[in-house]
């Protein structure tokens, strides 16, 4: 079945190209989630007069991702986790985490678009890719520490002597 894909898919194609699927594809995911519409005559001449809507939209899209990807290029991330002698981590550090610490510092990043192959299960200092587009990738410093590490500090004090109270005098 052919379709006109409404969006941007992943390995499928761009907003506005017409591209052939299998039939349950088309009928039980992409036309019930509005993601396409069937390539029907009419379908196809209303895709012709949206198609320069179609190219601002994604020049503005990818501008938009450019001007986010210049300020990503400064942000780092730092994870604390439990971790083992051998720096293996009791767990892992997941894109989720990584887009929860960046919505802390104001970045709003889907965790689909932070591009972890595997969880980071050893403690270390990671260059993580972020698609902001299908054009446009930035990358962001993430740093796996130790939760608990022991901190160099200074020697503590002996406790002094409680003040001694003077003893009345024997009469």
Do not use: C
Not at 9 to 27: P, S
Not at 58 to 68: N, R, V, Y
Not at 98 to 115: E, P, S, W
Request: no cysteine; aromatic share 4%.
């Amino acid at each position: 079945m052919e379709v006109i894909l409404l969006q941007d898919m992943e390995k499928l194609g761009a907003r506005g190209q017409v591209v052939k699927v299998a039939d349950g594809y088309a009928r039980n995911y992409l036309l019930p989630q509005k993601q396409a519409v069937a390539a029907t005559p009419q379908n196809l001449k209303w895709l012709e007069q949206q198609r320069v809507r179609f190219l601002k939209q994604e020049a503005s899209e990818k501008a938009d991702a450019a001007d986010l990807a210049k300020l990503l290029e400064g942000a780092s991330v730092t994870e604390k986790r439990k971790a083992g002698e051998q720096g293996t981590l009791f767990g892992s550090v997941t894109a989720q985490d990584i887009a929860d610490k960046l919505a802390a510092q104001g970045y709003k990043i889907d965790r689909r678009k932070i591009q972890l192959e595997h969880p980071l299960k050893v403690l270390g200092e990671y260059d993580v890719p972020i698609r902001l587009h299908r054009e446009v990738t930035a990358t962001v410093k993430v740093k796996v520490e130790a939760e608990g590490a022991l901190e160099p500090q200074a020697p503590a004090a002996a406790p002094a002597p409680p003040p001694e109270t003077p003893k009345p005098a024997a009469e």
